[in-house]
């Protein structure tokens, strides 16, 4: 019998992108069994929250393992989305998000949790952005370089040996992120590092599995912008880690 998985997909103004790779994320986590996926619409306005229902309902006649949707009143950022719907699942053995935007493929999301299902669900898998002989990854050139520095500053300021923080794929057991999530403060962009610290800090292994990854036009994170505040936020994760940032402990 495989592990379950509930599977979060994060939208912000996605009506315009979540279709079609709703549909094939659908269709190949089906075939895997033991996946529940719940989309989250995070306080996009009114308008854009029953574009996102419509869709839903329209895929759930399909396929029984969408869930309702969760529709939050605002928007709490990425992070907060994310964390937001893994609070409120008691029983899958794993948690897991991926964007929305189809950059990471359905048959690479399949493949990320039969590589993790292999495993008691002891360690985290977070997808990476690794450009190497036998994966595809397409990105334009500026969002790599930025993608770059920031992983380079993230390793370099947390002492973290991570390529790839950021990648909009991740699974983690629930009893792991249930042990550290009172410590996560982190909602925005940068939430994800904040998680990693965490995890590791509790004695929670992570593994980075290099993935195929094609930029979807339409992207959210702003090139000035928010590249500084997440920069600040690694500032914020190390100065609480410094602290002491009381990490719990496995259970
Ligand atoms: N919940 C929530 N999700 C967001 C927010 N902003 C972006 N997202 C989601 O985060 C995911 C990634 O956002 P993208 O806009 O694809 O980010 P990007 O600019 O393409 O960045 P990369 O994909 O890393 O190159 C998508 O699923 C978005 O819907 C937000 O404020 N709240
Ligand atoms: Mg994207």
Redesign the pocket.
Known sequence: MSSSVYLV??????SGRISRFLGELCDETQKLGGVSIRV?E??SGDAEARRLRDIVAAQQNRSPHLLPPLM?PE????G???YAAWREEKNAEWLAFV???G?CSALEVARLIRIAREDAPRSAFFASRIKMLGKTVE?DFC?HLL?RVYASLVSELLDIPVYDS???LKLVPRLCFQAVQARLKIHG?AFDVELLVALLDSGCAVHEVPISWH??P????HLLRDPVRMARDVLKIKAARAQGGSAASLP
């Open positions: 997909i994060p939208c912000y103004q996605e989250v995070d306080g939050l928007n709490l950022g990425k907060g989305a994310v964007d929305a935007d950059s990105r969002r993608g950021q990648c909009g962009f930029e979807i339409g992207g959210k994170v």
